[in-house]
């Protein structure tokens, strides 16, 4: 079994404040690579770690980018919500967003909090489970939402849209430690998105902990220069699992699209 994740493409029909060239179509051109990837690696399932959109109910330019490419993935498809999805970056309006009305018409599938999907392949079963955003996930000793149990699988899968960091940002933005996380979730890989920044694999007693950071560079943070737009592939099929993050070529050099300020 063989899976592709990515988070935070911000999809939106107008230029981010920073960025200089044309983010419509940069962000166009990485998509269209993903769409590559998931035919080159043989991809089984496409994974998505939240906020799709920048927008709740974004341009109907927007939506069309997003529909174009979820019609070519031949996979399915797993998203969870983040922030930049919901209105007011409330959970409660989820049922209200662009997100749930494409949802609706099958074009992907939200991993509602609390549902487990199992997913089988020649004698391998994988649980697959996820958790939308909300406003308290990364509230002092509030990490129930990075914590599953592991049930009747083979490996375990949690994607969550929450500010799981190996270490503190900045004592000014709220966010949960991987250290809080690993002695309470039994889940062997966790994947998060939200941190735009990213991070190399983390792992805490054989569990790993996974951002490849956002495909979309949209703030001018000295670290956007020289970050490079990633994916991550996961191959459960050779007996050995196989984790790799994959830079994205269409991707051209931060100083070319960002407007440091």
């Given at each position: ?21 044309n ?17 080159l ?29 979820l019609?070519?993935i ?20 989820i049922e ?29 079963t ?59 979730t ?52 050779g ?15 931060g ?7």
């Open positions: 079994m063989r899976l592709l994740y990515f988070t935070d493409t911000h999809i939106r029909a107008s230029n981010p404040k920073y960025r200089i060239d983010y419509y179509e940069s962000l166009k051109t990485k998509l269209q690579e993903i769409v590559q990837l998931v035919e690696f043989s991809v089984d399932y496409l994974l998505h770690g939240g906020d799709l959109f920048d927008l709740p109910w974004p341009p109907a330019k927007a939506v069309q980018m997003s529909v174009d490419f019609e070519q031949k996979v399915p498809v797993y998203i969870v919500s983040g922030n930049h999805d919901l209105l007011g970056q409330k959970l409660s309006t209200n967003t662009m997100l749930w009305f494409l949802a609706s018409r099958g074009l992907f599938r939200l991993l509602s909090p609390g549902d487990k999907i199992y997913l089988k392949q020649a004698g391998f994988l649980q697959l489970s996820g958790q939308h955003y909300n406003a308290g996930i990364d509230k002092e000793n509030k990490i129930n939402s990075y914590c599953v149990k592991k049930k009747n699988c083979d490996i375990a899968i949690h994607i969550v849209h929450g500010m799981l960091l190996p270490q503190p940002f900045s004592p000014h933005v709220p966010a949960t430690m991987i250290h809080q996380v690993a002695p309470l039994e889940a062997d890989f966790t994947l998060c998105g939200h941190a735009h920044l990213g991070y190399p694999a983390e792992e805490i007693d054989g569990k790993i902990f996974i951002n490849p950071g956002s495909i979309s560079r949209i703030l001018a943070l000295e670290w956007e220069l020289v970050r490079v737009p990633q994916v991550v592939f996961l191959d459960f099929s007996g050995k699992v196989q984790c790799q993050y994959i830079p994205l070529k269409s991707a051209r050099p100083f070319e699209v960002l407007r440091f300020k």
